[in-house]
């Protein structure tokens, strides 16, 4: 696990290159209130590539529990900074 506490913006930004590298849109389409309601691929497959991704990223296990919450970008930033904070 990375160790290191990292800021909210730089999960912002790592989050919007993630978004848009995986779901193929602009990096500019991505705000603090993007969800599956705004992005079209970001269905039941999407969000469990999107959690790998995440994983993969910041060498974590994210519960399945705590999947379900994710439900928009800030609710993801709250959940690193939470995580990695640890």
Do not use: C
């Not at 290159?17 to 309601?37: K, Q, Y």
């Not at 970001?42 to 790998?52: C, E, K, N, T, V």
């Not at 519960?63 to 439900?71: A, F, G, H, N």
């Amino acid at each position: 696990m990375i160790t290191n506490q990292i800021s909210r913006e730089t999960l912002y930004s790592d989050l919007i290159e993630i978004l848009s590298d995986l779901f193929d849109i602009n990096p500019d389409e991505v705000d603090l209130n993007t969800s599956p309601d705004t992005i079209e691929a970001w269905d039941s497959i999407g969000h469990i590539r999107l959690i790998s991704s995440i994983e993969e990223k910041y060498q974590i296990s994210i519960t399945p529990e705590d999947q379900i919450e994710m439900l928009n970008v800030d609710l993801v930033i709250s959940f690193l900074a939470d995580k990695l904070a640890t």
